[in-house]
C-alpha cells in the first residue's frame, strides 16, 4: 500500500454516461470509491483509488466521467477524460447490452495508436441478455470480454483478475533494473548528491532515493557523496568504483574529476531509459545543434513545483541550450498531466519523470513522433550541451 503511485498500474474505466463504470470499480474495490446514482452524468471528474489488488499488486484505478455526457460542462469534462488515456497502462470499456458505437470506437482507436491494451466489460446483464449480433461485433474488436453485473455477479471479481493478468505489461509483471543491471554484484557505487538550493530540507529527492535502493537490491555497495567531496573519495579507493551517477546539474563538475576509465552516467539519464525510450531521446538531444534562431523548444514537466531562483527548468537549462547553440530561442514551460499542443515546437525536452508512470511518458513520446517532433530528456540535454553525452550513455552499450 505503500507503493508510488508512479510504480502502480494505471487501469482506467472509460464508457458512456449511466452504463454503471462507478458500480464496477465499486464492487472490484470492495469500497465505495464512486458516487452511484440512475442520473446521467454523476461522475463529473476523475475518480482515483490507489489499492493492493490481489494477486496482481499495487494498482491506480481511474473511473472517468461518460464519453457523451450531455449534462452542463460537459466538453470540460469530456476532455479530462480523453487526457487520462494517456496515463493508463490498461484500458477497460464498459457498455450494457446495446454493445458500443462511435463513441467507443474513437476510444479503441486512440488505444490502439498509444498501444494501450483494452478489455471490454458489458454490465447490467442482470437486466438485459446480450443479443448475438452485438456479443460478436464486440470479439472482432477484442478477445477479453466479460458478461457480467456489478450488482448481481459474485464471479465478477475473479473474471476482471483473470482478463487482467492476461493484459498485463511486461515491465509490471518484472520491473526493469535502475541502475543494478549496468553493474556486477558487490560493485561499488558512487552517488553524487549535490546539496545546493533545490535540494529538500531533510532528505533526498525521489530519483536519488529509487536508485540506491535498487542498487542495494542488487547487492551494491553504494557511497553516496557530495560533489566536493569526490576528489578525495577516489584517491582513498584501491580498486576504482564500477560507476558513478550524479545528479545531472554537477556533470561538468563530476566529469572532470572522474577518470575516463571509469562509468559516469546521471539519475536523470538512468531514469530516460527506465520511463521512456534512451534511444529516442539521444537521437532528439542531437537536434539541439541544429536549432535557429526563432525555433521554439518546449521544456516539459511531469508534476508542478515552485520554481526557485536558479530553477532547472526555467533557468539551467536554458542558459545551457543559448550558450550550446547560440541561437535567440523561444523556451517556453509547460507543467503538469495535459499535454498541450505541440505542433509549433522544434524540440521538446522532458523532466526526468520520477513522479509519473512509464506509459504516460511513452504517451507523450508517441504524440511527439507522430508530429515529427524530437523528443529528449534532462540529463540526456545537459550531457549533450556539455559535451559528455557520448560518456554519459556509454555504460548503456557495454
Known amino acids: 500500500m505503500k507503493a508510488l503511485k508512479s510504480q502502480r498500474l494505471h487501469i482506467g474505466f472509460f464508457g458512456k454516461t449511466n452504463v454503471g463504470k462507478s458500480s464496477l470499480i465499486n464492487k472490484i474495490t470492495g469500497q465505495d470509491v464512486s458516487i452511484v446514482s440512475e442520473i446521467e452524468g454523476t461522475t463529473t471528474d476523475v475518480v482515483e483509488k490507489s489499492m493492493e489488488l490481489l494477486p496482481i499488486g499495487p494498482v491506480n484505478f481511474l473511473d472517468t466521467a461518460g464519453v457523451n455526457d450531455k449534462s452542463q460542462l460537459s466538453d470540460e469534462r469530456i476532455q479530462k477524460t480523453l487526457k487520462i488515456i494517456n496515463r493508463v497502462d490498461i484500458a477497460v470499456i464498459v457498455c450494457d447490452s446495446n454493445g458500443i458505437d462511435d463513441y467507443e470506437l474513437g476510444l479503441i482507436k486512440e488505444f490502439q495508436s498509444l498501444g494501450i491494451p483494452f478489455l471490454i466489460i458489458v454490465n447490467k446483464t442482470d437486466i438485459s441478455s446480450i443479443e448475438r449480433e452485438v456479443y460478436d461485433n464486440l470479439k472482432v474488436l477484442s478477445d477479453d470480454i466479460i458478461l457480467s453485473s456489478a450488482k448481481s455477479d459474485e464471479k465478477l471479481v475473479y473474471k476482471f483478475k483473470q482478463a487482467l493478468i492476461k493484459l498485463l505489461p511486461q515491465d509490471f509483471v518484472e520491473p526493469p533494473k535502475i541502475a543494478g543491471d549496468l553493474v556486477e554484484e558487490k560493485s561499488t557505487v558512487i552517488l553524487v548528491i549535490p546539496i545546493d538550493k533545490q535540494a529538500p530540507k531533510g532528505r533526498l529527492i525521489l530519483p536519488q532515493v529509487q536508485v540506491l535502493r535498487d542498487l542495494l537490491d542488487s547487492n ?5 557523496l557530495k560533489e566536493t567531496e569526490l576528489e578525495n573519495a577516489l584517491k582513498n579507493f584501491k ?9 545531472s546539474q554537477a556533470f561538468k563538475f563530476v566529469s572532470e ?18 520511463k521512456g525510450d534512451l534511444s529516442v531521446f539521444i537521437k532528439g538531444a542531437k537536434t539541439i545543434d541544429s536549432l535557429n534562431d526563432g525555433d521554439s523548444v518546449l521544456i516539459l514537466e511531469s508534476c508542478t513545483h515552485h520554481a526557485i531562483e536558479d530553477d532547472i527548468g526555467k533557468v539551467k537549462i536554458p542558459a545551457l541550450l ?23 515546437y522544434k524540440l521538446i525536452i522532458h523532466c526526468g519523470a520520477c513522479m509519473t508512470n512509464r506509459r504516460e511518458i511513452l504517451s507523450r513520446i508517441i504524440k511527439a513522433n507522430q508530429q515529427q517532433i524530437p523528443i529528449t530528456n534532462y540529463g540526456i540535454a545537459i550531457s549533450h550541451c556539455l559535451g559528455i553525452l557520448d560518456r554519459a550513455v556509454e555504460i548503456f552499450n557495454r
Open 257 to 274: 574529476i572522474v577518470p575516463e576509465d571509469i562509468a559516469l552516467t546521471s539519475f536523470s539519464i538512468l531514469f530516460a531509459r527506465l
Open 322 to 344: 543559448k550558450k550550446k547553440t547560440g541561437k535567440n530561442l523561444i523556451i517556453e514551460n509547460f507543467s503538469g498531466h495535459d499535454f498541450p499542443d505541440i505542433s509549433k
Open 239 to 247: 580498486t576504482p568504483p564500477a560507476l558513478v551517477i550524479t545528479d
Open 220 to 224: 551494491c555497495q553504494v557511497l553516496a
